[in-house]
């Protein structure tokens, strides 16, 4: 029993430090991730995203990883993410692409974290396995909350059309 929690005590060790490795590249990250969104044919309605907000964004997840995986609520990313979507229903960018855009986000951390481990230590394969399962649910999350932001941002303009046409 003492073993394995010396294992897992490594382990979340390790995943702290791809965490703070994440932290320390996150401007080379994000920047990586902006090309991706701009070449990317399933993003092309972020063409009409300004590049800065984009950036600013990411930017700010990858900066703080580790307070959005370890120390906000689910609340806390419910809100960014539900404004972010929000935002962009507003930008028109469809729903299909947000949701794109932030699976991409998370594939540039997992390549970064698959690119930066040594697969033949045991107890690196778990403290990346662990980085991994919480990134997985933090970005499910954020996936949902921006459909939800997204939703109500698209409802409400459909309401307001609406009054338009009514009173018109």
Known sequence: MKTATLGRDAAMMLSYRFVRLIED???????GLLHKVQRSARTEAFRN???????????????????WLLDKSESDIEQRYAKIGSRRAQQGV??????????????NLWEFVL????????????????LLQLLDQFFDRAIY????GYERAAEVDARAESKMRKAG
């Open 25 to 31: 590249r996150s401007d080379a990250l994000a920047s």
């Open 145 to 148: 909350s921006a459909a939800v």
């Open 115 to 130: 690119d930066e481990s040594y697969p033949d230590r045991p107890v690196e394969i778990f403290g990346k396995q662990e």
């Open 49 to 67: 995203v300004p590049p800065d907000e984009l950036m600013q964004r990411v930017y700010e997840i990858y900066r703080h990883l580790g307070e």
């Open 94 to 107: 469809p729903l299909s692409q947000v949701i794109w855009a932030i699976i991409l986000t998370k594939d």
